[in-house]
T-cell receptor, first 114, second 113 residues
Framework: DTGVSQNPRHKITKRGQNVTFRCDPI?????LYWYRQTLGQGPEFLTY????????KSRLLSDRFSAERPKGSFSTLEIQRTEQGDSAMYLC????????????FGEGSRLTVL | AQTVTQSQPEMSVQEAETVTLSCTYD???????LFWYKQPPSRQMILVIR??????QNATENRFSVNFQKAAKSFSLKISDSQLGDTAMYFC??????????FGKGITLSVRP
């Protein structure tokens, strides 16, 4: 499978715990994006990387959120001291510099904070 | 800043019939792309069709076609011969120079057998 891969697919945690999600983009894609989607809503942009550089962060991304892409390949999104409001689907997408703007999405990581 | 508005939260269509999903947007970019993405229940988002803003010709992809009205900033999707597998949430994001997509709230389409 050469699509975008996200792990874990589901995570249930207690309030106050830290969680980390991983995204493996399509191998030749240099841009990687994180979005958050709540039930019945459209995805909201969180952050994006070009290679290993984090080029933009949304104001939605509080200090408890941090994302990395250390070697320009996979990326991690960590949420510290989770709150119930963090419960959502976290989507990762990647794109090619040669493409026509299309993003390829993973299946998402669903977070439930109890 | 870019915005996308999908004012119809839900639509329903009979199998084999045609349905049109509406979308309006706003952007200050001169060069941008518009997309329709489909998100089936509990499944990943996939691209349905793409339109380059500089092209006047409306994009078509099999049963899917768009009506792109650049001056009106309108971008609707027509689905012909609707199939049960078309049941999904549909989004019409647009992108600018950094390929970051801006989404609206989406529309839930149900195809009735």
């Amino acid at each position: 499978d050469t699509g975008v891969s996200q792990n874990p697919r589901h995570k249930i945690t207690k309030r106050g715990q830290n969680v980390t999600f991983r995204c493996d983009p399509i191998s030749e894609h240099n841009r990687l994006y994180w979005y958050r989607q709540t039930l019945g809503q459209g995805p909201e942009f969180l952050t994006y990387f070009q290679n290993e550089a984090q080029l933009e962060k949304s104001r939605l991304l509080s200090d408890r959120f941090s994302a990395e892409r250390p070697k320009g390949s996979f990326s991690t999104l960590e949420i510290q001291r989770t709150e119930q409001g963090d419960s959502a689907m976290y989507l990762c997408a990647s794109s090619s510099p040669l493409g026509a703007g299309e993003l390829f999405f993973g299946e998402g990581s669903r977070l439930t904070v109890l | 800043a870019q915005t996308v508005t999908q004012s119809q939260p839900e639509m329903s269509v009979q199998e084999a019939e045609t349905v049109t999903l509406s979308c309006t947007y706003d952007t200050s970019e001169n060069n941008y792309y518009l997309f329709w993405y489909k998100q089936p229940p509990s499944r990943q988002m996939i691209l349905v069709i793409r339109q380059e803003a500089y092209k006047q010709q409306n994009a078509t992809e099999n049963r899917f076609s768009v009506n792109f009205q650049k001056a009106a900033k309108s971008f609707s999707l027509k689905i012909s011969d609707s199939q049960l597998g078309d049941t999904a949430m549909y989004f019409c994001p647009l992108t600018g120079a950094n390929s970051k997509l801006t989404f609206g709230k989406g529309i839930t389409l149900s195809v009735r057998p």
